[in-house]
Structures are given as structure tokens and as C-alpha cells.
């Protein structure tokens, strides 16, 4: 076992550990991360329809609620597949926490999978700008949603959603800069860190946690 993949989690791919080496070299600030936060956890999602409905709830919302509305939602006979939603009346998925907007998108997720525009393994076989733009056609999934469930439900190595708060604050508390870096700047910013922009994103990801406290997992 080398040095660098004791700093990561068991369970990370083998591309995880040629991306933290690479990354001792474009950014080593950056790569340092989890010999101060501790060993990055490998968080994952499911890669298909299950993956993106749970990214489709957690929208807008803080973690503790999104919990609590999946939780209800996993509850619901068939809501966890394209079929069994579109089969339950709205007043269930409305009892189970989800808005008139993130009910309507999630017919609409569950519609573009029953009817084959969407599939795991379509995504899959996609580039990742192919992949983000089929995503993103859906309503209500746009392009930030796609990068992140690419990136945790796909495991693709070089995806870095710009878009997220959660990663402008974390550079910006790591480097001390005056200000959050704004989308465009952050996605410029990135580019240094390609082909491994995903580990990057998960070290700022587990740099931010570890700054403000929260559990790895979370």
C-alpha cells in the first residue's frame, strides 16, 4: 500500500489513486487535503433512475430535509422505479414531502426512463458533455444536477460542477481568497486539475466538510 492510498477510502477506484498522485503535482495544496481532514470517503449514488430522483429531492433543500423526503418517498410502493412512480396519484408523492414543481420533474425523469431516452447504460456509453446535456434536457435537471450524479453515480473521473457553493467556499476558505470565486471563474480555475477534476472536486468537497464540521459521510 503506498502512501497516497492510505489517504483514500478502500472502496475508491483505481483511477482514484493515479488522480490524487497527479494532483501532488498540478496542486499540491490541493492533494494535501486529507492528511488534515482525514481519509476521503468514497460517496456514491446509484447510476440510474434511482440516483437522479434522489438528486431531484435534494434540490434547493438542506440535507436534513432531503433525508427525510427521500426517506418517505423510498417508502412509497414503487416510487423507486420509472414505472412505479408514474403509477402512484400526485397526493402520495405530495404526502411524501415533494413540491408541484420537483413532482412535476420527477414525472418527467421517470417518463424519459420508462420510455427509453434515458437509461444507465445510454449515460454510460455517452462522453461527459453528451451525458450532462441528455441529462440536463429533462426539466427540472439542470446542468449542476448532471455533473454531480455523473460524478457520484458514474464514478467519471474528470467532472467538476462549477456551479456549487459547497466548492467556491471551500477554495476560497483553502486558499484565502478575498472572495468566492464565481462559476465561471471557478470552471477556469478547474481546468489546472484536468483530467482529475472530479478528485478535485471531492477533496474540496471533503475540505469543506472538515472545516465546518460535518460528519465525512454526510
Keep these: 500500500m503506498t502512501k497516497l492510498t492510505v489517504l483514500l477510502a478502500a472502496d475508491a477506484p483505481e483511477w482514484a489513486g493515479h488522480a490524487l498522485a497527479a494532483l501532488t503535482t498540478l496542486d499540491p495544496q490541493l492533494a494535501a487535503i ?6 476521503l470517503p468514497w460517496r456514491r449514488r446509484e447510476a440510474g433512475f434511482t440516483g437522479l430522483l434522489r ?3 435534494g434540490q434547493m433543500i438542506s440535507n436534513q430535509a432531503a433525508t427525510a423526503i427521500w426517506g418517505r418517498l423510498a417508502t412509497l410502493p414503487g ?6 412512480l408514474l403509477a402512484l396519484d ?6 411524501a414531502g415533494l413540491s408541484r414543481p420537483k413532482l412535476a420533474h420527477a414525472r418527467a425523469l421517470a417518463t424519459a426512463f420508462a420510455e427509453g431516452q434515458l ?9 461527459d458533455e453528451a451525458a450532462i446535456a441528455a441529462i440536463a434536457a429533462i426539466p427540472g435537471f439542470g446542468s449542476w ?3 454531480v450524479h455523473l460524478l457520484f453515480g458514474h464514478d467519471r473521473p474528470d ?9 467556491a467556499a471551500s477554495l476560497t476558505a483553502l486558499r484565502g481568497l478575498p472572495e468566492r470565486p464565481k462559476p465561471k471563474q471557478l470552471a477556469e480555475i478547474s481546468r489546472a486539475w ?12 471533503h475540505h469543506w466538510r472538515h472545516v465546518t464540521g460535518r460528519p465525512a459521510g454526510e
Design 55 to 57: 438528486s431531484l429531492c
Design 194 to 205: 484536468a483530467p482529475w477534476r472530479s478528485m478535485a472536486a471531492r477533496l474540496l468537497w
Design 145 to 147: 444536477t448532471a455533473e
Design 79 to 84: 416510487a423507486l422505479t420509472p414505472a412505479g
Design 119 to 127: 437509461s444507465a447504460e445510454g449515460l454510460s456509453a455517452l462522453s
Design 34 to 39: 486529507p492528511q488534515t481532514a482525514g481519509t
Design 90 to 95: 400526485d397526493e402520495a408523492l405530495r404526502q
Design 159 to 167: 467532472i467538476f460542477p462549477a456551479g456549487d457553493l459547497a466548492l
